[in-house]
C-alpha cells in the first residue's frame, strides 16, 4: 500500500507564503501525475495544479502565477509553494498520487489545513 503525507500547513497572514511538502512511501512504481487540490468550508472540493512525471504543470486560474508544484522524483515528494496569500486560499489541502504498476491507484493523504488571515 503506498502512503501520501502531507505537511508544512499553517496560519499566516494575507500575503504571506506557506511551502507544502506531500511525500509518497511504500512499495510503488513511478507516479505518474501527483496533484494538490484544496477544499473550503461550504464549497467542493477543487484541483489546484498538477505536475507530471515528466515536470509538466497546470494550474487552476485562482493560483495562477502566485502557486508553483514541483516534484523530487528521488524523494517521492511534491511541493506546493504558495506566495501571496489571499484569505480565499483558506482551506484543507490535500495532496493526490496516481500510480501505475507494483501499487496501481489513487492515493490521498490526510490533509494540511492552510489558514490565511486578513
Known amino acids: 500500500q503506498v502512503q501520501v503525507a502531507e505537511s508544512g500547513g499553517g496560519l499566516v497572514q494575507a500575503g504571506g507564503s506557506l511551502r507544502l511538502s506531500c511525500a509518497a512511501s511504500?512499495?510503488?512504481?513511478?507516479?505518474?501525475?501527483m496533484a494538490w487540490y484544496r477544499q473550503a468550508p461550504g464549497k467542493q472540493r477543487e484541483l489546484v495544479a498538477t505536475?507530471?512525471?515528466?515536470?509538466?504543470?497546470n494550474y487552476a486560474d485562482s493560483v495562477e502565477g502566485r502557486f508553483t508544484i514541483s516534484r523530487d522524483n528521488a524523494k517521492n515528494t511534491v511541493y506546493l509553494q504558495m506566495n501571496s496569500l489571499k484569505p480565499e486560499d483558506t482551506a484543507v489541502y490535500y495532496c493526490?498520487?496516481?500510480?501505475?504498476?507494483?501499487?496501481?491507484?489513487?492515493?490521498w493523504g490526510q490533509g494540511t489545513q492552510v489558514t490565511v488571515s486578513s
Open positions: 493526490k498520487a496516481s500510480v501505475v504498476g507494483v501499487g496501481a491507484g489513487v492515493y
Open positions: 511504500g512499495r510503488h512504481s513511478r507516479i505518474n501525475v
Open positions: 505536475v507530471t512525471s515528466g515536470a509538466g504543470t
